[in-house]
């Protein structure tokens, strides 16, 4: 294949090919900076958050009079919920996993030293806690009713002897450890810190505001049963149950009293579709900028490869006529499109790398894997010979007799 | 100037060949949507939210941090220790100044249509109204009087005021805020919405949520009307449970706000707040001397209320329009092009090469304000889709005037560049080749 009077006729209408390589070009650069940001965001929201979603939901109320015995109240909730048909567990809890609000704080490995200590979601409930939100014990035990103290916000404040961890925290804190049941850790870098000792270990539990990092999986369950003005339940029922318990706890229990709110009723897939809604709008926008620029680059290719292929008939004729088959005119135009495509693609990963690096700049964004690059340039090469051949094969039928005419 | 009769050509031949016109009026289009439907949100977000005294009202933040505490965080807590709070509103150092905090009190009105609900609101003096300008339609604030003694008054909004009251006027009225009557003082406008809630940063919203009631800070402190924001302890202050240890302990959960009309003033506070904190420094109160003052817009700064996913989808946005505007010029060559010899007649008939230029230009920038309308069109067809996908998005996806008219001005501007290339090539047709070639 002549890639001589290819690329002379090329130059010869420069415009055109330069405007379709600089569209690639800034399209591969658009396009794989915006591929990675899109995936980045979707595996940030296809993360597992360690609980049995598809059949929790949370039911919360708040008093709103003075209630003297808000522990009865609390236990009088949890014996009815309990006895519902169709429910497996019901536990008291501080705050749910990917509700973006609720308790952090700092633990650490060695009370003497800060960089053993590591700031941790704080969850609190007592032994009903971890068989309701399904939540995997991979070393140790869950609590035993003896390790959970009961706290009545009135009169003291939230304090334990026992704790269960996250994995990726105990990995964190005990690095290189492989067992970390029966060791000792601090809620405090200072000599007056309180002691904890493990009893178990999760495989995972994400924090209520799962950041992007491993970070989110920063947790600790402690023993503390809350007794306070906010009632906060998680149920677990039975598959396929979950809509129909629901409905009936919150009508058996708001009937129940008058001197409280019910605040929350929420399916945990509600709750996840809340925490990651605006990563997936901003995955939306994204897609679509991405797709319009196909579009419109795939349009300018053909735009530009039909106004070439109507210019030249009349040489398509005379070559047809000299002998030339359909499928090498076809090729020629697919070849011509090709190595504007490439000059485009080049110039393209280089535009694609400096994008990245203005916006690692500026929006401290993670550099662009080599994956996507790849990928970008294999896309447009594609986009470019799917765009051209249709105008190439309608170059490819001109009869040869156009050479004998006119004009 | 010929103008009429160029505008009747440029209708003509964009009729002539409809789909290469639609073409470039819907690539022009599609690139102005995406841009400014990503920029309407991004200039709502980074908007000025009180322009007119942005620069006079002051956050001071001092450090209650201890030095040990592995803390690699340079700038100080974001909010300030009752103490603090105390001895700064006893000082009355600024112009005006106000504390406050975030409260959610439960609301029983006693009638079944109306069901006991938690209200949003804030606990804060009564400076506050006249600091961030907050406009009155029934009533007023409550007095300095009420203000300084904690009188159970309270400020509604319109809206809060109707679901409560009705059309009946509730000035004058009392309104059970958990198991205590306050009475209205005052009502404020719905229509205030400053974008962000710059007054609020911290433990609420920043954008899309609005207080439903205000009461005097003082009476909240005296109440106990419980703080429902964010609250951070850096150390083991708080002794004991409940609203008297978390007074005396040194977490951080009020927000303060400080008029100050001169650079004189301003430098006055600052000396003052750094004062303060070597004073309690001696004291052994604070371990550590390091205080701030931000304006309104380095608060929303320092904050980073403005989101990167903003920043980025705009930029992105505008790469696209880039695209879009090579594609136009690919678009408008053919379109021109294929005119050469009508332009060459033209010119052997005696127009000038400038004549030709301004025709071509003005039809370029008829296509510009075409692409711009359909562009303005789509642009509010994705505003309404991104203003379905939560409450923020729905306050930020609406454009201002300032919008409209950039919408526009970006449309012609970017269609005219495109469109240099193009006509400059129209003109430099030669008419003896054009006669020859027909």
Redesign the interface.
Known sequence: MEIRPILSALLRSKTGAVLVAAQVALTLAIVANAAFIVRTKISTSDRVSGVDEPNLFELSYVASKKIDDRKGAMQKDLEILRAMPGVVGAATVNMVPLGQSGWDSGLCADKTKVETCFDSAMYMGDEALVPTLGVRIIEGHNFTPDEVEEIDDRTGQPKAHAIILGKHLAQEMFPGETSFVGKLIYDDYSPTAEEMRIVGIMDQLISPWAPASADAYDSVILPVRLIRNRMDYVVRTAPGQRDRVMTAAETALTGLRTDRVRTIKRTFDSIRESRYRDDKTGAGMLIAVAIGLLLVTGSGIVGVASLWVSQRRRQIGVRRALGAGRIDILRYFVTENLLITTAGVVVGVALAIGLNLFLAHKLAMPRLPVAYMIGGVIGLWTLGIVAVLGPAWRAAVVPPAVATRAA | MMLGYYLQLGFRHLRRNPVLTG?IVV?IA??VA?SMA?LTILHAMSGDPIPNKSDRLFVPLLDIRPV???DSEVEPPPMLSFADTQALRAAKKAKRQTALYGIAP?I?VGRASV????ADGIATDRDFFAMFDVPFVRGAPWSEADNDKGAQVVVLREATAAKIFGTVDPIGKTVPL??KDYIVTGVVADGWRPVPRFYRLIGANPIGDYEELFIPYQTGIANEVGANGQLSCYD?S?KA??WQ?LLDSNCIWVQYWAELDTTAEVAAYRDYITGYAAEQHKLGRFERENTRLYSVMQWLDKRKVVA??A???T???F??L???L??T???L??KFTSRSGEIGVRRALGASRRQVFSQYIIETGVLGVAGGLVGLGLAQLALWM?GT??RA?KVLAAMDWSMFVTTFALALGATLVAGL?PTWRACQVRPAVQLKSQ
């Open positions: 073409l690539t599609v690139g995406a990503t040990d505490n592995g439960a029983d069901p006991a609900w938690f958990g198991d083991d708080r449970p409940g240890g990167n996913d920043k980025l989808q930029y992105l946005a790469g696209f880039l695209v879009c090579v594609n010029i690919g678009l060559l053919a991104l996908r939560g998005l290339l």
